[in-house]
């Protein structure tokens, strides 16, 4: 079953990539995910952590879906993704470490923040 979500992973962000003319960075992308298909859960995942943390299209293009959802307005451009992108995200959130987390800090990334939203964000990993 892991070797078929990848194919599906790797052809979803192919054509994301070719959406919007990245196509020879969404088959670089495709092809390191490929190359893990048989290698187990472990190596799947820690790739899709690898190449979702690129910058990237890959994050950007989920990123700006993910903020859509429940968004009335909206569904039908989140809704698109999900054929495309679906694949990856479930491989992605299916953390094989089942780790615990081991702070309680928000990490922005991708998001335009104030001098202010800055400040109190340093203020805050100060005080732990």
Request: glycine share 6%; with cysteine.
């Amino acid at each position: 079953m892991i070797p078929m979500l990848v194919e599906k992973a790797a052809r979803g962000i192919i054509e994301e990539g070719k959406h919007i003319g990245k196509e020879r960075e969404a088959e670089k992308m495709a092809k390191m995910l490929r190359e893990t298909k048989n290698s187990g859960m472990k190596e799947v995942w820690r790739c899709c952590a690898y190449l979702y943390t690129l910058e990237s299209f890959l994050y950007k293009t989920l990123n700006a879906a993910m903020r859509l959802v429940g968004d009335k307005e909206q569904e039908k451009i989140w809704r698109s993704k999900v054929r495309t992108l679906g694949p990856f995200c479930l491989l992605l959130w299916d953390d094989p470490f089942n780790t615990k987390l081991t702070t309680k800090k928000t990490l922005y990334r991708g998001a335009t923040l104030t001098k202010e939203q800055i400040d109190a964000y340093t203020k805050m990993a100060e005080d732990d």
